[in-house]
């Protein structure tokens, strides 16, 4: 297996700006805890803050 594979599966992180695969809502990007995270404002809830 070669390194790396896994990162073909993902539907989200690292397409901020993009549409979402699943419904064409722009995906959002947000830092927290200084790391990034992506999420689709319409498929996902936005993580919480603690």
Known sequence: ???GYF???LLVYGRGGQE???CGT???KMTIGGR???FC???QRPPRYR
Request: aromatic fraction near 0%; charged fraction near 35%; hydrophobic fraction near 20%.
């Open 1 to 3: 297996m070669e390194s």
């Open 7 to 9: 990162d073909r599966a």
């Open 20 to 22: 979402c695969v699943r």
């Open 26 to 28: 722009e995906i959002e």
């Open 36 to 38: 990034g995270s992506h």
């Open 41 to 43: 404002p319409n498929c």
